[in-house]
C-alpha cells in the first residue's frame, strides 16, 4: 500500500480484475450448478433469514480464489469467512446477495465482491477500493474503481473489455417521479417499522420496487433503471461493491450521517438525494 495506507493506482487496477474474475466466475457456479430444488441448509437471525449449500459453497470458491492470488489482505464473508489479513486490504463477500430469490428461482441475485481499506467494522471507518457485482441471470458483471468510472462488461470479459458499457445515474429531480427501490429486514421488529416507514414513501414517490438484492438495487440506480434506493439494516457486504458503482457512476451513498450502514442506506443522484434521504429519516 501507499499514501495513507491506499494501495498505488497500478494494484488497484489488479484489485479490480481480480474483483471482475472472481465475481464472473462465482456466477456461473451459482447460475450453472444451481439445483433444481435448492434446499435451505439452515436459517440465521430468523426463520426467514436462510442460506443454502449454494451460499456456503460460492463463499469458499470465492475465498480460495482471493487467498491464492492475495495470501495477505483479509476477508469478510456473509457465511463466516473472517480472516484478519496484514496487507491493510479486506475483501468484503456476499457470494449469494438474493438468498431468497435464488431459492425460489426468480432471477435477481448476484454476487458481490469488493475490496476496502480501513475497519469494516465501524460504520463509516472504511473506504472501497475496488468491487464487482455479478448479474449471473443477465450474464454480465458490473465493476469499478476509484476514479476509474462505473461499467458493465460480459460475463467472461476483463473490466478493460472494449465492449464495456459506462454507467449514469438517472437524472430525475421530482420525488414524484422517482421510482424507488427498498428492501426489508428478517426480524419481525425490523420489518413493523420499515411498513410504518413504507406509509409515509409510497404516497410520495412513482412507485417502489422490492427487488430482492441490494447489490442489484445498486447496480440498478448507478445505470439509472431506478432512480433510487434506500433501505434500512443493511451489511457491509450487502452494500460494499454498489456503493462504488453508485459514486462512479455520478451518484450519491449516504446513511443518517455521512456515511451508509446498518441504520440506514441511501443511493440516489445528488438531485433527489436530500428529499429520498429526509422521506426515511421521517
Ligand atoms: C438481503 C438482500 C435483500 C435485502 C436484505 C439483505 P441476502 O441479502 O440484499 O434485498 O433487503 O436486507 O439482507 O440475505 O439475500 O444476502
Known amino acids: 500500500t501507499g499514501d495513507a495506507g491506499q494501495p498505488s493506482g497500478e494494484v488497484v487496477v489488479e484489485l479490480e480484475r481480480l474483483c471482475v474474475e472472481v465475481a464472473a466466475e462465482a456466477s456461473r457456479f451459482i447460475r450453472d450448478e444451481r439445483p433444481d430444488r435448492v434446499r435451505v441448509a439452515q436459517t440465521k437471525s430468523t426463520e426467514t433469514d436462510v442460506v443454502t449449500l449454494m451460499d456456503t459453497a460460492s463463499e469458499r470458491l470465492i475465498h480460495e480464489r482471493l ?13 463466516g469467512a473472517d480472516v484478519a489479513g496484514s496487507s491493510g486490504l479486506t475483501w468484503v463477500v456476499d457470494p449469494i446477495d438474493g438468498t431468497v430469490n435464488y431459492l425460489y428461482d426468480i432471477p435477481a441475485y448476484a454476487v458481490s465482491i469488493a475490496v476496502v481499506t480501513g475497519d469494516v467494522s465501524v460504520a463509516g471507518g472504511w473506504t472501497v477500493v475496488a468491487g464487482a457485482v455479478a448479474d449471473p441471470s443477465r450474464r454480465v458483471v458490473h465493476h469499478a474503481r476509484r476514479g476509474g468510472g462505473s461499467w458493465t462488461v460480459a460475463e467472461g470479459e476483463g473490466p478493460d ?120 429519516v421521517g
Open 67 to 79: 487467498l491464492a492470488a492475495r495470501p495477505d489482505d483479509g476477508i469478510l464473508g456473509e457465511e
Open 161 to 280: 473489455s472494449r465492449t464495456g458499457r459506462a454507467l449514469h445515474v438517472s437524472d430525475e429531480t421530482l420525488l414524484a417521479r422517482t421510482l424507488l427501490a427498498t428492501g426489508f429486514g428478517y426480524a419481525a421488529e425490523t420489518r413493523a417499522r420499515q411498513a410504518e416507514v413504507m406509509t409515509r414513501v409510497l404516497p410520495a414517490v412513482r412507485d417502489i420496487r422490492r427487488i430482492g438484492s441490494a447489490a442489484l438495487d445498486l447496480v440498478r440506480v448507478a445505470e439509472g433503471t431506478v432512480d433510487a434506493y434506500a433501505e434500512a439494516g443493511l451489511n457491509p457486504w450487502d452494500l460494499a461493491a454498489g456503493w462504488l458503482l453508485v459514486e462512479e457512476a455520478g451518484g450519491i451513498v449516504t446513511g443518517t450521517g455521512r456515511h451508509p450502514g446498518k441504520e440506514l442506506t441511501v443511493a440516489a443522484p445528488p438531485s433527489l438525494v436530500d428529499e429520498v434521504k429526509s422521506l426515511f
